[in-house]
């Protein structure tokens, strides 16, 4: 079992910056960011796979970073250059695979809030 809590979400102005962190407990093999924008499905924005490996799509690659640390058990994201395009729940997520697709993973956070205004 997987326990996940994502924090640092927040209102931003655009080409501005937030950090969001998620602390985990329980072992995975890929831990990963979706987001999911009203109206919209859920979208992976930043994958990290325990080969060391992160995967970006290119809606955010060069903007969004994911790090882990595994000695506090948090999972990060740092977004700079955030877009109102950003704006949507940010979810924290965790599976037993290397995978890509939301249904891949079954253990999820509560999800934070960022909102980027123009």
């Known amino acids: 079992q997987v326990h996940l809590m994502e924090s640092g979400g927040g209102s931003v102005q655009a080409g501005g910056s937030l950090r969001l962190s998620c602390r985990f407990s329980?072992?995975?093999?890929?831990m990963a960011w979706f987001r999911q924008a009203p109206g919209k499905g859920r979208e992976g924005v930043a994958h990290?796979?325990?080969?060391?490996?992160?995967y970006y799509p290119d809606s955010v690659k060069g903007r969004f970073t994911i790090s882990q640390d595994k000695a506090e058990n948090t999972l990060y994201l740092q977004m700079n250059n955030l877009q109102p395009e950003d704006t949507a729940m940010y979810y924290c997520?965790?599976?037993?695979?290397?995978?890509?697709?939301?249904?891949?993973?079954?253990?999820w956070g509560q999800g934070t809030q960022v909102t980027v205004s123009s």
């Open positions: 997520a965790a599976a037993h695979e290397n995978c890509v697709r939301a249904e891949c993973y079954p253990y």
């Open positions: 329980g072992d995975s093999t890929s």
């Open positions: 990290f796979y325990d080969d060391g490996k992160r």
